[in-house]
């Protein structure tokens, strides 16, 4: 692994620490054989600072948001990011084991491309609803013509450069946040 991470995941948390923990666990689990930092930050609540792992290949950094709201928490998660990569997470969200590295190879393989995304499952107690990406590629008609639910934050790498200069930051402005996925 190199010094400094290939990948850093944003998550933002308010008030769910089982769920949190859940969720760095499951960032922890990656097969992806490179450092994967993980930033979490709280909004509107003190950082639980016990979550910190500084060394390793899988370091947790927790910060405080520093605008209130989901769209100022992911802005401020990539303020501290370091990673080569960048990750969305949110705090109800279980990453499967297998999706950084088969993202991140994707984006390795097409330098042309600056976002990856992925299917995804929702899960409410014992129901389970598939939602896989079935495009090989998302465009900005197919998004037009239809809200793609697989391309939002939480399904997301992008890469770190392409975030700064060309995509982001998270528009902290609209009021709520309303669909800043």
């Given at each position: 692994?190199g010094?400094?991470?290939?990948?850093s995941?944003v998550?933002?948390?308010?008030?769910?620490?089982?769920?949190?923990?859940?969720?760095?666990a499951?960032?922890?689990a990656?097969d992806?054989?490179?450092?994967?930092e993980t930033?979490v930050?709280?909004?509107?609540?003190?950082?639980?600072?016990?979550?910190?792992?500084p060394?390793?290949?899988?370091?947790?950094?927790?910060?405080a948001?520093r605008t209130p709201?989901?769209?100022?928490g992911?802005?401020?998660?990539?303020?501290?990011?370091?990673?080569e990569f960048l990750?969305?997470?949110d705090?109800?969200?279980v990453?499967?084991?297998t999706?950084a590295?088969?993202?991140?190879?994707?984006?390795?393989d097409?330098?042309?491309?600056d976002?990856?995304?992925c299917?995804?499952?929702?899960?409410?107690g014992?129901r389970?609803?598939?939602?896989?990406?079935t495009?090989s590629?998302?465009?900005?008609?197919?998004?037009?013509?239809?809200r793609v639910?697989?391309?939002n934050f939480?399904?997301?790498?992008v890469?770190?450069?392409?975030?700064?200069?060309?995509i982001g930051?998270?528009?902290?402005?609209i009021?709520?946040?309303y669909?800043?996925?």
């Amino acid at each position: 692994m190199g010094a400094g991470p290939t990948l850093s995941v944003v998550i933002c948390t308010r008030d769910r620490p089982q769920l949190l923990r859940r969720c760095i666990a499951a960032i922890a689990a990656q097969d992806l054989d490179a450092t994967i930092e993980t930033i979490v930050v709280f909004d509107r609540e003190e950082p639980d600072h016990t979550l910190e792992l500084p060394d390793g290949p899988r370091p947790v950094r927790v910060v405080a948001n520093r605008t209130p709201g989901l769209p100022g928490g992911r802005n401020t998660g990539v303020e501290e990011a370091r990673g080569e990569f960048l990750g969305f997470c949110d705090d109800d969200d279980v990453w499967l084991p297998t999706k950084a590295r088969r993202q991140i190879e994707l984006l390795r393989d097409r330098p042309d491309r600056d976002v990856a995304v992925c299917g995804l499952a929702l899960v409410q107690g014992d129901r389970r609803v598939e939602r896989p990406l079935t495009l090989s590629e998302v465009t900005v008609a197919d998004l037009v013509h239809s809200r793609v639910l697989q391309a939002n934050f939480t399904t997301t790498i992008v890469r770190h450069d392409a975030w700064l200069e060309r995509i982001g930051p998270a528009d902290a402005k609209i009021p709520g946040g309303y669909a800043e996925d």
